[in-house]
C-alpha cells in the first residue's frame, strides 16, 4: 500500500519497522471500533414510528410502596419518555441525556437489568445492587413496575409570588418566594424546585442590572431579544431551611450567559426567565426533590468548596 501511495513500483525498500507497524495497527483498531460503536449506538426500536409498536405498562410507586399511577406507552420507549408521554416529568437537567444522573427510579421485581456505563456512572454499587436504574436509560420492553422517590410531587404543581429578587453578584441572585401554602419540613437546603419556565420572548432590558454590576452585563455578547420557544424545567437548589426564613424559599441563581465566542450558544433558558422576575410576578414549579441533606449528629463537619 505504501508503494501505491507513494507510486514508487522498483526502487522501494523496507519500511517495516516496528513503529510503523504499531501505528498501523493502531489505525485499524480505531476504524473497526468506530464502525462498532456507529452499529452499538443505534437500536431498531428507534426507527420504528410509536403507532407499529405494541402498548407496555408501567406502574408508578411511591418509595413507601404506595400505588400512584398506571400508565401506557409503546414498547421500547425508555421509562424517561414513558412517563414523560403521560405529563410525569421525572427531575433531570439533562433532558434524558444520561449525564445529570437525576432521574433515578428503582426497579420492582427480582432480576433487574444489568446496569449501563451510565448507570455506574451515576449510582453507588448499593443502589445498584438494589435496583436502582436511570430512568433515561431503562428501556420498557415488557410490563414493568418502578418506584419513584419523588412521589405525588412528580405531578403536584405549586405556586409561590416572588417577594424580592437581590442581585448578591454581577451574575448570581437570590430569588425569594411565597409559596402560596406553607412549606414543610421537607424544604430544607440540599432539596431543589423544577421551576417551570414558560416559553417568553423579551428585550433584554428587561433584565435589571444594578449601577455597581452594569459593566460586567455590558462586556456580555448578548443578543438583543432574549426568548424561549417552548415549555421547560430547571432545576434549583433551596440555599436556607424555611424555618430560618419565615416559610419563604430562597434561591440563589447564577446566570448562565452561553458562549460568547462566535459559535453563540443561547443565554439558559431558566438563569433568564429567573433574572427577569420583579417582585409580585409567579411562578410554577414541583418538588421538592433529592435528599442531598446535612445529617444532624455531633460529628465535626469539614465543607471544601
Not at 10 to 33: E, K, M, Y
Not at 59 to 78: M, Q
Not at 125 to 146: D, F, S, T, V
Not at 151 to 171: I, K, M, Q, S
Amino acid at each position: 500500500f505504501w508503494m501505491l501511495h507513494i507510486m514508487d513500483y522498483a526502487s522501494r525498500s523496507n519500511f517495516n519497522n516496528p513503529l510503523v507497524v504499531g501505528a498501523g495497527i493502531g489505525g485499524l483498531w480505531l476504524a473497526l471500533t468506530g464502525m462498532w460503536l456507529l452499529v452499538a449506538s443505534f437500536h431498531l426500536r428507534e426507527f420504528v414510528p410509536e403507532r407499529w409498536r405494541r402498548s407496555r405498562e408501567l406502574t408508578v410507586y411511591a418509595a413507601n410502596g404506595g400505588k400512584l399511577r398506571t400508565v401506557k406507552s409503546a414498547a421500547g420507549d425508555s421509562v424517561y419518555v414513558a412517563l414523560a408521554r403521560n405529563d410525569l416529568q421525572l427531575p433531570s437537567n439533562c433532558g434524558g441525556g444520561q449525564s445529570c444522573g437525576l432521574c433515578e427510579v428503582r426497579y420492582r421485581g427480582a432480576s433487574p437489568p444489568p446496569p449501563t456505563a451510565a448507570d455506574r456512572a451515576h449510582l453507588s454499587q448499593g443502589k445498584l445492587k438494589l435496583g436502582y436504574r436511570l430512568a433515561c436509560n431503562l428501556p420498557l420492553e415488557e410490563g414493568m413496575e418502578i418506584e419513584v422517590a419523588g412521589g405525588p410531587n412528580l405531578w403536584t404543581e405549586h405556586d409561590a409570588t416572588v417577594e424580592r429578587v437581590v442581585a448578591v453578584a454581577p451574575f448570581l441572585r437570590e430569588i425569594v418566594l411565597k409559596p402560596r401554602h406553607a412549606p414543610g419540613p421537607e424544604y430544607q437546603p440540599g432539596a431543589y424546585l423544577q421551576v417551570h419556565v414558560p416559553d417568553y420572548e423579551f428585550p433584554r432590558e428587561r433584565i435589571a442590572q444594578p449601577d455597581e454590576h452594569r459593566g460586567d452585563w455590558e462586556a456580555l455578547d448578548l443578543p438583543d431579544s432574549l426568548c424561549n420557544r417552548e415549555a421547560a424545567r430547571r432545576s434549583y437548589s433551596l440555599s436556607l431551611p424555611v424555618d430560618r426564613a419565615d416559610g419563604r424559599l430562597h434561591l440563589l441563581v447564577r446566570f448562565s450567559p452561553g458562549r460568547q465566542d462566535r459559535k453563540r450558544q443561547a443565554p439558559g433558558r431558566g438563569s433568564t426567565y429567573l433574572y427577569s422576575l420583579q417582585p409580585g410576578d409567579r411562578i410554577r414549579f414541583s418538588g421538592p426533590f433529592g435528599d442531598f441533606a446535612v445529617r444532624a449528629n455531633a460529628r465535626e463537619k469539614i465543607f471544601i468548596g
